[in-house]
């Protein structure tokens, strides 16, 4: 399917056939493509740029296709990382996390830090935790092999 070119997000860099490897999605999801490009919200005289992904209801497309500063596309890949490799030792608490110090890292960024923790404020969190982490056993495949990638393709690039 083509990504529209008349909306504010302008593609410069797509893949139109998302929709065939979208994790445990594919084939039966609405997203049908990612889009690399200038920003839906640029002003005169500031070019940004930013990641896309598009979303078609089958009659049009959908206001929910999100729209991502790249900067915040590999935020959110490093959030996921650290979060991927806290629960393969989480296993050594009791309850998948020390409610003492929910606290698990810290990843400097940009002269600060973003802090990554449990949500010991969900009043659900014991439940969900194990239902997470149920969940991350049970794409383990799916993620592997996009992390196998990822790897890859930073190790090309010289990280």
Not at 30 to 45: C, F, I, K, T
Request: glycine share 6%; charged share 30%.
């Amino acid at each position: 399917m083509k990504i529209p070119t008349n909306l504010k997000h302008k593609p410069v860099i797509v893949a139109k056939d998302y929709s065939r490897i979208d994790g445990k999605y594919a084939y039966a999801t609405d997203v049908q493509g990612l889009s690399a490009g200038l920003a839906q919200w640029n002003d005169r005289g500031k070019v940004d740029i930013s990641a896309k992904i598009w979303r078609y209801t089958g009659q049009k497309w959908s206001r929910q296709s999100e729209e991502l500063p790249l900067h915040r596309v590999l935020d959110l890949a490093i959030f996921v990382c650290d979060t991927l490799k806290y629960f393969r030792d989480a296993y050594r608490y009791p309850k998948l996390y020390n409610p003492e110090k929910p606290q698990f890292d810290r990843v400097g960024i940009q002269g600060d830090a973003m802090t990554m923790e449990v949500c010991t404020d969900n009043e659900k969190i014991d439940e969900d935790i194990l239902l997470f982490s149920q969940a991350l056993s049970d794409d383990s495949e799916l993620l592997g092999e996009r992390l196998s990638v990822l790897s890859r393709l930073l190790k090309d690039m010289g990280y």
